[in-house]
C-alpha cells in the first residue's frame, strides 16, 4: 500500500522549562535586565553583566532540553565570561534548543527587584528578549514586583528572576 500524499498529523511534543537567578545589588555597577541597561544608583554584582533576567531565561531554555545550567556551560572562573554581556549565553542556549529541534513557543518571567521602577522599560526589554529568542512579542511576558521592603529584596540588596519557558518539537518535514 501506497504511503498517504500528505504529512501525517502527529500529536504534538511539547517541553517546558524553569529557570531562576539572583544577583547581589552593589554600587557601581550597571543594572542590566533582560539585555537593557537601566538607569540606577546600584547595579548587580557578578562575574558577567550579572543580567538576572536573561539568566533566568537561559536556564529556563537548558532546562526544557534537560542540559544542565548556566554555571556549568558558562564557569565563572572562566575569565573569558568576565563582564561579558548575557545575550551571548542566551544565543548559545537557544542554539542548543534548536539543535535538538525545539523552537520556543512563548516565556513568561518574573524579575522581582525593589527600585528602580520597572514598568517604565517593560516593553524595550520585551522587544529585546523578542529579538534575542526570534519570537513574537506577544509571547514575551514580563512581570515586575518589589520584596515589599522586607527581606533582602525589599531592602534593595538583591535582585531576583524567575522565567518559564514552553518549547514546542519544530514540524517535521512533509513525506513528500
Ligand atoms: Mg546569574
Not at 514598568?119 to 512579542?137: A, C, F, Q, T, Y
Request: one cysteine or more; hydrophobic letters at 40%; aromatic letters at 4%.
Amino acid at each position: 500500500m501506497n504511503p498517504p500524499p500528505f504529512a501525517v498529523l502527529e500529536p504534538p511534543e511539547f517541553r517546558v522549562g524553569i529557570g531562576y537567578d539572583c544577583h547581589r545589588l552593589v554600587p557601581d555597577r550597571p543594572l542590566m535586565l533582560g539585555g537593557v541597561e537601566i538607569e540606577s544608583d546600584k547595579g548587580l554584582l557578578g562575574h558577567s553583566d550579572a543580567d538576572v533576567v536573561l539568566h533566568a531565561i537561559t536556564d529556563a531554555l537548558l532546562g526544557a532540553v534537560g542540559q544542565g545550567d548556566i554555571g556549568e556551560l558558562f564557569p565563572p572562573s572562566d575569565p573569558q565570561w568576565k563582564d561579558a554581556p548575557s545575550s551571548v549565553f542566551v544565543r548559545h542556549a537557544v542554539e542548543l534548543v534548536q539543535g535538538y529541534g525545539w523552537r520556543v513557543v512563548n516565556l513568561d518571567i518574573v524579575v522581582v527587584i525593589e527600585r528602580p521602577r520597572i514598568l517604565p522599560h517593560r516593553e524595550s526589554i520585551r522587544e529585546n528578549i523578542r529579538k534575542l529568542l526570534g519570537i513574537d512579542v506577544g509571547a514575551v511576558g514580563l512581570k515586575a514586583k518589589t520584596g515589599e521592603g522586607i527581606g533582602p529584596v525589599g531592602k534593595g540588596k538583591l535582585a531576583e528572576s524567575h522565567a518559564v519557558v514552553l518549547l514546542m518539537r519544530r514540524e517535521k518535514p512533509k513525506l513528500m
